[in-house]
Nanobody, 122 residues
Framework: QVQLVESGGGLVQAGGSLRLSCAAS????????MGWFRQAPGKEREFVTAISRGGGSTTYVDFVKGRFTISRDNAKNTVYLQMNSLKPEDTAVYYC???????????????WGQGTQVTVSS
């Protein structure tokens, strides 16, 4: 089992950047594929990006390609989401998620963090 805690959300102007972090508990972090999702007000939670256990493979939803970058540091049990060129439509609660033996193409995850709010002002 793994517990996930996100941080790094906040208020930023359009065009700005934020880096989200997700710290995982446990000693087997490298056994988990990791992902980021987001949920905007009144909308369903949607997939944003995922990364393989070793960090060598990543996938992104089209609307963040070229702007967001997922990475991980297995020595620190942490996955990151670097978000650049933010737009007001990126406003959402961002969640990190983990899947045991998952990979970059995983879309169904077993463990979730509590979320961190990202608000982009125009």
């Amino acid at each position: 089992q793994v517990q996930l805690v996100e941080s790094g959300g906040g208020l930023v102007q359009a065009g700005g950047s934020l880096r989200l972090s997700c710290a995982a508990s446990g000693r087997t972090f490298s056994s988990y594929g990791m992902g980021w999702f987001r949920q905007a007000p009144g909308k369903e939670r949607e997939f944003v990006t995922a990364i393989s256990r070793g960090g060598g493979s990543t996938t992104y939803v089209d609307f963040v390609k070229g702007r967001f970058t997922i990475s991980r540091d297995n020595a620190k049990n942490t996955v990151y989401l670097q978000m650049n060129s933010l737009k007001p439509e990126d406003t959402a609660v961002y969640y990190c998620a983990a899947k045991y033996l998952g990979g970059a193409t995983t879309r169904v995850f077993d463990y979730w963090g509590q979320g961190t709010q990202v608000t982009v002002s125009s």
